[in-house]
């Protein structure tokens, strides 16, 4: 077989010397301006005397006139194979006249003999190229034919790490249970000695966002061995076989380089649960996971090849990938708390100048619920804000805005709002303001603003005092209130409602119902669930709600979820009539200033109990 290099180099001398044949013919054909003419009008030229001499350049004739005839010069051509003086006389020019012309014959020069046979070469040359890049070309897609069947698995070295565990923050627990495979690819005899096995495969369970794939970069990193990355999707393909071939691929080549890490991002991409395909259960992806299989707990696996895989869908993923032998640990990277959060936060504030005013306890506190991906989002957005405002660091401001703009979009200023809907607005969400500071079991409000975000009009944002896994009851029965709180100020206050509040019903409802139906806070309905959701694996969402129960149930629960409401209803119709005067003004001051901080509302409002 040629070598590349060498191949490379007769494709660079065929264009060199295609590229000096069309230099060599453009210069041949260079001339300067010279006018040309008939070898009749030369005749008559010669016969009227104006011609002194004409230089003979094979079928070329270069004239050159007399001075007082003519003082430019000119060229000809006569018939090949024809010698100047037979043509001219047979054009009628005088024998006298003919003598009385200088005539000489000039040889072509080097160049111009190189020039007529680089041009003669030359398509011969490009015709040549052409065919050559044409065998490339098929010998090239045959190759790749041979190579459909390789792995795509992207390979880093262990000897320059980028991620360690001290850049992973909020999830100790995970990086406890992964200590153990770093521990195992550096100290191998240590767990031999005792007779233990180290888990072959480890999942990583978790939302969207949480840090799965840093997690396994970090283990990675700390263990200074071989890693290995591919996503479930680049095994399989529309032809059949391919996926599995991969596989195969993948794990030689693992075993190669072992002590190593092979890393699945997304497996449930190629680990679905089998035989709940829509087109037959021997397809292409099952092949694949079969393959996956056998290669993770088969007869041959005396290998020290560790698998880490993540997915946010652990529940479509095959049984048999899940036991133990294959995937015998799953570790869970649940959202952060908020001590996760502050530590998440300290590691994205890295190199960033920042204000004295930031305060991340504070930060933490104002987003529960965000994941890793979420906070370092927030992180950029703030430090965004800081550079379109020309500041030369990150303020508490900023990174308040930045939240806000990650939960609800960004300012829509531009949106035209008349005065009375601005008003009708302002009055909602100080509805939602009070009822919520008057009820004891809802969040604290940190903020009221009038101003348009996103979708919404305008938002009230509570702020908790600490995360929660557990809720209550009453908890949700003030939730309830306070969700109807903005819906109740437009009645109280205008008589009449709006399409404002069609969110809040919606989630009214919804909670109401799940009250019901699925946490068992009816005292009628007893502690019982209502309802089985369904699921297509191969859909892979929840598509429909089984009713296990009958028409009479039925109405039982639409009557306790309207109770919940209705007593919400009234319990938030109570405390705005009671205080309808602090509504009012709180009303009034979102209309002058367009957001209220918490401090500012809370001096507004003194404590009272919640109306019953």
Not at 94 to 107: F, G, I, L, S
Not at 236 to 262: H, T, W, Y
Not at 349 to 359: H, S
Not at 569 to 581: F, G, M, N, V
């Amino acid at each position: 077989m040629v070598p590349k290099v060498f191949r490379n180099g007769l494709v660079y001398l065929l264009l060199l010397t295609a590229l000096a044949a069309f230099v060599f013919t453009s210069f041949s054909r260079t001339r300067p301006n010279v006018p040309e003419i008939a070898i009749a009008d030369l005749a008559r030229e010669v016969t009227a005397g104006g011609v002194q001499r004409i230089a003979v350049k094979g079928n070329e004739l270069q004239i050159t006139y007399k001075p007082e005839y003519k003082s430019t010069s000119a060229i000809s051509r006569k018939e090949d194979g024809v010698g100047l003086g037979d043509t001219l006389k047979d054009l009628g020019v005088p024998e006298d006249k003919r003598q009385a012309v200088a005539v000489e014959v000039v040889a072509p020069s080097r160049w111009e003999n190189w020039g007529a046979i680089l041009g003669t070469l030359l398509p011969l040359v490009l015709v040549g190229a052409f065919f050559f890049f044409l065998m490339r070309q098929a010998q090239g897609a045959g190759n790749q034919a041979f190579a459909f069947g390789k792995s795509r698995a992207r390979m880093f070295t262990g000897d320059k790490p980028t991620v360690t565990f001290a850049d992973v923050a909020g999830c100790e627990e995970a990086k406890e249970e992964l200590q153990e495979v770093v521990e195992f690819l550096k100290e191998p005899q240590k767990f031999a000695a005792l007779g233990a096995r180290i888990p072959k495969g480890v999942l990583l369970i978790g939302a969207p966002g949480t840090g799965k794939t840093l997690m396994a970069k970090a283990v990675s990193g700390e263990a200074g061995v071989p890693f290995f990355s591919i996503s479930g999707s680049e095994f399989v393909e529309m032809f059949v076989g391919v996926g599995a071939s991969r596989v195969r691929d993948l794990f030689e080549q693992a075993k190669r380089n072992s002590p190593c890490i092979v890393f699945i991002d997304e497996i449930d991409a190629v680990g679905r649960h089998r035989g709940a395909g829509l087109g037959g259960s021997h397809d292409e992806r099952e092949q694949t996971l079969n393959q996956l299989l056998v290669e993770m707990d088969g007869f041959d696996t005396d290998t020290n090849v560790i698998i880490i895989a993540a997915t946010n869908r652990p529940d479509i993923l095959d049984p048999a990938l899940l036991r133990p032998g294959r995937f015998d640990r799953q570790v869970v990277m649940d959202r952060p708390d908020m001590k996760g959060r502050k530590a998440i936060l300290e590691v994205h504030i890295k190199g960033k100048p920042l204000l004295p005013d930031v305060n991340l306890e504070t930060l933490a506190r104002q987003t529960p619920g965000f994941a890793g991906a979420d906070l370092e989002n927030m992180v950029n957005e703030g430090a965004i804000l800081a550079a379109r405002r020309n500041k030369r660091g990150i303020g508490m401001s900023e990174f308040q805005e930045a939240i806000e703009r990650v939960i609800a979009g960004p300012e829509r200023r531009s949106r035209l709002i008349s005065a009375h809907e601005k008003e009708v607005i302002a009055f909602h969400e100080a509805g939602h303001a009070v009822v919520m500071h008057m009820l004891p079991n809802c969040d604290p409000v940190h903020k009221i603003s009038v101003i348009s975000r996103g979708m919404a009009l305008g938002y009230t944002m509570p702020l908790p005092k600490e995360d929660r896994v557990l809720y209550s009851r009453d908890k949700y029965r003030d939730e309830l209130a306070g969700l109807l709180g903005g819906r109740v100020a437009e009645e109280i206050i205008f008589g009449d409602v709006t399409t404002g509040a069609s969110n809040d019903l919606e989630r009214v409802t919804k909670l109401a119902r799940q009250m019901v139906t699925q946490f068992g806070m009816s005292d009628a309905m007893g502690p019982l669930q209502f309802g089985q959701r369904e699921e297509m694996i191969f859909l892979g969402r929840e598509i429909s709600e089984q009713r296990n129960y009958s028409e009479q149930v039925a109405r039982e629960i639409d009557k306790e979820v309207r109770r919940f409401i209705d007593e919400a209803y009234e319990r938030t119709h109570a405390i705005l009539s009671t205080y309808k005067d602090k509504l009012t003004a709180v009303a009034h001051r979102l209309m002058e200033v367009e957001t209220l901080d918490m401090t500012e509302f809370a001096a507004m409002l003194t404590p009272a109990p919640a109306a019953a």
